[in-house]
């Protein structure tokens, strides 16, 4: 039986997005169980984001990447389709190129090569729109969508009818035509798939992020100050949902306690809003806390391998359904993590899971607490480190990777038995 997928990817390394780095080892555990993989991806010059080609250096070998270009400046759109875009503009020029463009190099790859299973992830939705027509021209071919954030019932989305209608449709189309759909966390599973009948259900399974433990060996050095506690946050930080907001005047108030001042530190690692940086002469942490900006992944990780503690920093919310990637990349360094997380969600039961704090992230006093009780703790030598890599180890790659095999073969065994 062959093991070949083709996977359609928006973003593939050397670019530095959450999903990006994902996905990437995800493939890897599959190349290591034998499977020969496919990437159509958009070319990385069409994307804005950080690069960091080491880090794509240490995967190329999993998977044979297909580019697809987005940009109109790269390959020029046919007049027919100019025209009819002027009549009806698209409202994502990229997008529908990816659709058009993608499209004819996945007819060509799967003529081309014998496919076990076409595997399509989001974000963005269109990976899916893709994998949808794709299905229709081959409805034989098995389709595994895999989703990361819910889509329709995404709750920072804004509540716009017409969007919220159209999201709705496109997903239901999508999960009606895939044979399997796979989401990160259970709660994102129930929250997505409630809305369906008992047979669209069982399409599903879960599938968590995972870390790589081979990465630890190829980090590049970073400086560890000494004598502080040093908390790390890696990730970039967005206005009205990851604010830092609430931490920065805990820390601002930590300053106050006897014998506290300029023994805690807090970097962030990734693009935040220049507001942010403003606040610190405001409160007194100019130099205590550094918004370092964005940095390749390979840098994050050694500073976060550095770390006395990990940051972690989720929207508010009365229940949070997502589970972040950056929450299972820190498991890997046996680090305390304290995750501003809503108490009721699926961060917040990872975390307590290993042992770790949480603190709802609007909820200053709790927040407050929590990082006085870790600065102590790391004061008194007595840190709750969590559990070990080892006890986690269901989130290793390999073992992440093991899930998705198996149902891959499953898929795969089924198209290929008589109708």
């Known amino acids: 039986m062959s093991r070949r997928i083709l996977a359609v990817t928006w973003t593939m390394p050397p670019l530095v997005f959450p999903r990006s780095l994902q996905i990437s080892r995800l493939l890897k555990g599959l190349a290591a169980l034998g499977w020969q993989i496919d990437v159509l991806t958009v070319h990385p010059d069409d994307v804005q984001g950080t690069s960091d080609q080491p880090f794509a250096t240490l995967y190329e070998r999993c998977y044979d990447l297909h580019y697809v270009r987005t940009g109109e400046n790269v390959v020029v759109t046919p007049l027919a389709q100019r025209i009819k875009r002027r009549l009806r503009p698209p409202a994502n020029y990229a997008e529908d190129n990816f659709m058009r ?220 359904v997502f589970l972040p990637s950056k929450i299972v990349d820190y498991l890997m360094f046996d680090k305390p993590i304290l995750g501003l997380t809503p108490v009721k969600g699926a961060s917040a039961e990872f975390l307590r899971h290993f042992g770790h704090r949480v603190a709802a992230p609007d909820d200053e006093e709790a927040v407050y607490t929590a990082l006085l009780e870790t600065f102590l703790d790391w004061q008194r030598g007595t840190f709750r480190s969590g559990e070990t890599v080892s006890s986690g180890d269901q989130y290793n790659l390999y073992s992440v990777a093991e899930l998705f095999h198996q149902r891959l073969l499953q898929l795969s065994e089924s198209s290929r038995e008589p109708q």
């Open 101 to 320: 463009r993608g499209l004819a190099k996945a007819k060509h790859l799967i003529e081309e090569n014998d496919y076990s299973a076409l595997v399509t992830f989001a974000q963005p939705w269109v990976d899916h729109m893709l994998g949808l027509t794709v299905k229709t021209l081959f409805p034989e071919l098995p389709w595994l969508a895999h989703f990361s954030d819910p889509w329709a019932d995404n709750p920072f989305e804004d509540e716009n009818k017409p969007q919220r209608l159209a999201a709705l449709r496109d997903e239901a189309a999508v999960i009606s035509a895939a044979d399997a759909v796979a989401f990160v966390s259970q709660e994102t599973s129930a929250l997505v798939m409630r809305k369906y009948d008992t047979h669209m259900a069982r399409k599903s399974l879960v599938v968590p992020h995972a870390f790589d433990p081979e990465l630890r060996d190829a980090l590049p050095p970073y400086p560890a100050p000494p004598g502080q506690m040093r908390i790390v946050y890696t990730g970039s930080i967005y206005p009205g949902k990851r604010t830092p907001d609430v931490v920065l005047r805990a820390i601002a108030r930590l300053n106050a306690v006897p014998g506290v001042r300029n023994q805690v530190s807090l970097d962030f690692i990734g693009y935040a809003p220049p507001e942010y940086p403003a606040m610190l002469e405001t409160l007194g942490l100019f130099g205590q806390v550094r918004f370092l900006g964005a940095t390749g992944y390979m840098t994050a990780l050694a500073a976060a391998s550095q770390s006395s503690v990990l940051l972690l920093i989720d929207a508010a919310a009365d229940v949070s």
